[in-house]
């Protein structure tokens, strides 16, 4: 979508490393949404964020929602073989109906 | 089991056949979504709607149509299906866009030949 910039386009890390993956728009969101889908399944709901500055963790994934609400990151830490796969922000924004995505990352994480 | 259910789960038609792809909802949500997932293009939006009864266009809606005659079924229909619309098709529902949540269905694949 024109609406969310998602970056880089793919990644590939050695197993153990840290990574950051961003997704950003040009309008203020009212919330932020990161997914993740194995190739060729369906969508895993990761986090949502709705608040400037709010930031959330599971596992070893943290999300942040910047204080303008319209940059997100998404960081991996020590990554894992596990953690391979396509990672995807969503966003709903405070005008209108629709529910936009970026265009995805590709992870691979090598053992 | 709550959720979003997509029928059929894969498909394969031949140019110029026609096809409709159901969304069924279970958790009474107004809104429902149609996207179209392609290798580096993300999940874009196709059409949408926020209630019973209606419809609105999405970000690629050309040569798709939607309905939304009862709240909980989401129609997507291929008048006449072309190889630019092989694809995997995912539907998605909330109960309002402002922070309850999306759940997804698991997708539809269509391969158009």
């Known amino acids: 979508s024109q609406e969310l910039e998602q970056s880089p386009q793919s990644l590939i890390v050695q197993e153990g490393k840290n990574l950051t993956i961003n997704c950003t728009s040009s309008?203020?969101?009212?919330?932020l949404y990161w997914y993740k889908q194995k190739y060729g399944e369906g969508l895993i709901f990761l986090m949502m964020?709705?608040?400037?500055?709010e930031e959330k963790s599971h596992e070893k994934i943290t999300a942040k929602l910047d204080e303008k609400k319209q940059q997100s990151s998404l960081h991996i830490t020590a990554s894992q073989p596990s953690h391979a796969g396509i990672y995807l922000c969503?966003?709903?924004?405070?005008?209108?109906?629709?529910?936009?995505f970026g265009t995805g990352t590709s992870l691979t994480v090598i053992p | 089991n709550a959720g979003v259910t997509q029928t059929p789960k894969f498909r394969v038609l031949k140019t110029g056949q026609s096809m409709t792809l159901l969304c069924a909802q279970d958790?009474?949500?107004?809104?429902m979504y149609w996207y179209r997932q392609d290798p580096g293009m993300g999940l874009r939006l196709i059409h949408y709607?926020?209630?019973?009864?209606?419809?609105a266009k999405g970000e690629v809606p050309d040569g798709y149509n939607v309905s939304r005659l009862k709240k909980q079924n989401f129609l997507l229909g291929l008048e006449s299906a072309a190889p630019s619309q092989t694809s995997v098709y995912f539907c998605?529902?909330?109960?309002?866009?402002?922070?309850?949540?999306?759940?997804f269905g698991s997708g539809t694949r269509l391969t158009v030949v």
């Open positions: 958790m009474n949500h107004e809104y």
């Open positions: 969503g966003a709903d924004t405070n005008t209108g109906n629709q529910f936009y």
């Open positions: 964020l709705q608040k400037g500055g």
């Open positions: 709607s926020v209630g019973e009864g209606t419809t």
């Open positions: 998605a529902s909330t109960k309002n866009n402002r922070g309850s949540g999306y759940t």
């Open positions: 309008k203020t969101l009212y919330g």
